[in-house]
Nanobody
Framework: QVQLVESGGGLVQPGGSLRLSCAASGTIFSINNMGWYRQAPGKQRELVATITSGGSTNYADSVKDRFTISRDNAKNTVALQMNSLKPEDTAVYFC??????????????WGQGTQVTVSS
């Protein structure tokens, strides 16, 4: 069983910054991709950014040049640095990871989500 726990959400003014963190724990053999997704009220969950175990990144067009994803493979953590935040960034942010719990058992899990609110 693999658990993902996010932290770092909160209320911030437009133009401000927040840093989200996510830690994976449990029985972990390897983690392939880690990423962040978000879901605003009344909208579908959408990709924000992903990062592979080799460090290749992918960003939604709406966050490019403002958000930066990073990971620490040794600690099984992923972070999202969010700068120049806009009201439209307001959403619940979810951590996601996929990999293998053992050599033979895959996993693909979500965290419980953390609220980010951008408002003056």
């Amino acid at each position: 069983q693999v658990q993902l726990v996010e932290s770092g959400g909160g209320l911030v003014q437009p133009g401000g910054s927040l840093r989200l963190s996510c830690a994976a724990s449990g029985t972990i053999f390897s983690i392939n991709n880690m990423g962040w997704y978000r879901q605003a009220p009344g909208k579908q969950r959408e990709l924000v950014a992903t990062i592979t175990s080799g460090g290749s990144t992918n960003y939604a067009d709406s966050v490019k040049d403002r958000f930066t994803i990073s990971r620490d493979n040794a600690k099984n953590t992923v972070a999202l640095q969010m700068n120049s935040l806009k009201p439209e960034d307001t959403a619940v942010y979810f951590c996601n990871a996929d990999g293998r719990s053992t050599r033979w058992i895959p996993f693909a899990n979500w965290g419980q989500g953390t609220q980010v609110t951008v408002s003056s």
